[in-house]
């Protein structure tokens, strides 16, 4: 390769290119026709010997080679951008900010509620504007910056954002404190017995893949109430000998209202990522947030 013919602009199309792995949505990241970006790929091609983008069944693939760049490509462009941004470094006591978050119910209990606290203490001026996580325009609505971090589990996010993985979560099963017959130790049979309150997003269902763990063990779960909030179970069974499976970080606090027990059948459990778009990576004063957030995060 000439690098004498490199231009950091081809660099930074190629990265676009590489994560939209299409030329019309690259030209639309980068604000440039997509004449321009197709003149930018032909010149990248020749300069790489590769030809990077191929068409596929729908819309484009990556070659090889262009798989292998992606990773090295974007440390050594972060690492142009960390450069350029230090002379705007964010002063958290002071500089005003407004940050969307888009998330679900558990997660604004369980992540940004703490943030808020902290924020109030340490970063006065931030800002958080809730959102509803709408995941079929997700990616638009980050592009167009109606949202800035996405708090969710990453199997399910758009393709091209950045993400970085904050904990994995854990089901435990609550009820009130003196609940007579939830005890440290449950048998699958004792489990099944209780009366249930499970949570169904969409609302209206009786059962979740426990259910169909415990039919294996011939047994069947007594559901009593279906929520479609997780936030509204915990006061629930605190009044009633109502029980519940929960995230362990939705109910870790209130250890002097609940009972929490370990699940005698296996749950599946979920990871927990934060994801943004390029138009906000380099900016000091999300970085902070985003920093602040993981801290948060791992505590």
Same mark, same amino acid.
């Given at each position: ?122 970063? @006065?001026?931030?800002?958080? %504007?809730?959102?509803? #996580?709408?995941?079929? /325009?997700?990616?638009? !609505?980050?592009? +167009?910056?109606? *949202? ?117 059948? @296996?749950?599946?459990?979920? %990871?927990?990522?934060? #994801?943004?778009?390029? /138009?906000?990576?380099? !900016?000091?004063? +999300?970085?902070? *947030? ?10």
């Amino acid at each position: 390769m000439d690098t004498k013919r490199l231009d950091l602009n081809l660099l930074v199309t190629l990265e676009a290119l590489l994560v939209e792995k299409n030329v019309t949505r690259a030209a639309r990241r980068l604000h440039l026709s997509q004449p321009a970006v197709s003149a930018q790929l032909a010149r990248l091609r020749d300069l790489f010997g590769d030809a990077l983008l191929i068409p596929a069944q729908r819309g484009m693939t990556t070659t090889a080679l262009a798989d292998s760049l992606l990773a090295p490509l974007r440390d050594a462009l972060d690492q142009v951008r960390g450069t350029v941004s230090r002379h705007g470094r964010f002063d958290p006591a002071r500089t005003p900010l407004t940050v969307a978050i888009a998330c679900t119910d558990y997660l604004q209990a369980a992540l940004v509620q703490p943030l808020v606290l902290q924020l109030r203490q340490h970063a @006065p001026g931030v800002r958080i %504007a809730l959102r509803t #996580l709408d995941m079929p /325009r997700l990616g638009t !609505h980050m592009a +167009h910056g109606e *949202v800035d971090l996405a708090l969710m589990t990453p199997g399910d996010a758009p393709p091209g954002l950045r993400s970085r993985h904050l904990f994995d979560e854990r089901y435990v099963l609550i009820g009130r404190r003196d609940h007579p017959k939830l005890r440290r130790k449950l048998t699958a049979a004792q489990f099944a017995q209780l009366e249930h309150v499970i949570v169904s997003l969409r609302g209206g269902d009786f059962t979740t893949p426990v259910d169909g763990a415990l039919t294996t063990l011939g047994l069947r779960r007594n559901v009593v109430l279906s929520a479609t909030s997780f936030l509204f179970v915990p006061n629930m069974v605190a009044r009633s000998n109502l029980v519940a499976l929960v995230p362990w970080r939705l109910v870790r606090d209130q250890q002097e209202t609940l009972r929490i027990v370990e699940c005698p059948v @296996p749950v599946a459990g979920f %990871a927990v990522s934060m #994801l943004w778009h390029e /138009r906000s990576h380099a !900016h000091a004063g +999300h970085r902070w *947030v985003r920093e602040t957030l993981g801290a948060l995060a791992d505590g």
